[in-house]
């Protein structure tokens, strides 16, 4: 079975009993010009990666507010969110993806509710999700040669997957979106087989990257080959963030 995935060049994700990836398995062989890729990597200016980073947040944000108002019809409590998005700067310094999301997960599940990761069913919920999408780019990345463990805004040293993380970021809303339509207000313990197979939607979740419409599993790839040519032009501009479908997806 597993060689049958390396030759298919399937990544396996293995998850803990909390939903949390505990082991990756992809295949580097046959990668062109990895080395180009990485030294590619390491020379992007810091400019360059701040405004990236600037660009991803604003994305992010924006995507959340458009969330609020296809699930929830918060018209206002998404306007505030777009206003907080118009204040980030590069790099985001004053850290507004943070502030949004606090107020964002307030909006979106309630006022008791609290962004932990095993708190509750709906965070299990989330993290499995976050878990699948965060395999899909960091399969993304392995394909083309990128090295993940070399983010733009995430750098620690004890997380491999830090490009990952920073690209996952506008996709976030998406799952966010499909755990507030299927499991909001549901009591359960754990994540059952039928619940894990409704979060596999995410792979097929319909978004927008530059007025085409794409399943998020496709916009992966257009925004990692986009940030390629961000790589290569030392620019913020060539990235291409998702949306959601006008209208619902």
């Known amino acids: ?128 999700g976050y878990a699948l999408l965060r395999a899909v780019i960091r399969r993304e990345l392995v394909i083309h040669g990128l090295e993940p463990s070399w983010g733009i805004h995430h750098e620690s040293t004890e997380n491999p997957f830090n490009l990952s993380d920073d690209l996952i970021e506008p996709f976030r809303p998406f799952v966010d979106l499909l755990v507030y339509e299927n499991f909001q207000g549901k009591k359960a313990d754990v994540l059952d087989d039928e619940g894990k197979k409704l979060l596999f939607q995410i792979f097929f979740t319909r978004c927008v990257i530059d007025e085409k419409v794409y399943s998020v599993t496709d916009a992966v790839s257009v925004m990692v080959n986009s940030y390629l040519a961000c790589l290569e032009k030392d620019s913020a501009s060539p990235l291409k963030i998702p949306v959601f479908v006008a209208g619902g997806i």
């Open 1 to 128: 079975m597993i060689d049958t995935c390396v030759k298919e060049n399937i990544l396996l994700l293995f998850c803990d009993e909390k939903h949390s990836p505990l082991a990756l398995f992809s295949n580097i062989y046959g990668q062109n010009q990895r080395m180009k890729k990485l030294k590619s990597q390491l020379a992007v200016s810091s400019k360059a990666k701040k405004r990236i980073w600037r660009k991803i947040v604003i994305g992010k944000i924006n995507n959340q507010a458009d969330c609020l108002i296809q699930v929830a019809k918060k018209v206002d409590e998404s306007k505030l969110l777009q206003l907080i998005g118009k204040q980030v700067e590069d790099g985001d310094v004053t850290n507004r993806e943070a502030y949004a999301a606090r107020r964002y997960f307030l909006f979106l599940f309630g006022a008791d509710f609290k962004r932990e990761r095993y708190s509750d069913f709906v965070n299990s919920c989330l993290n499995y």
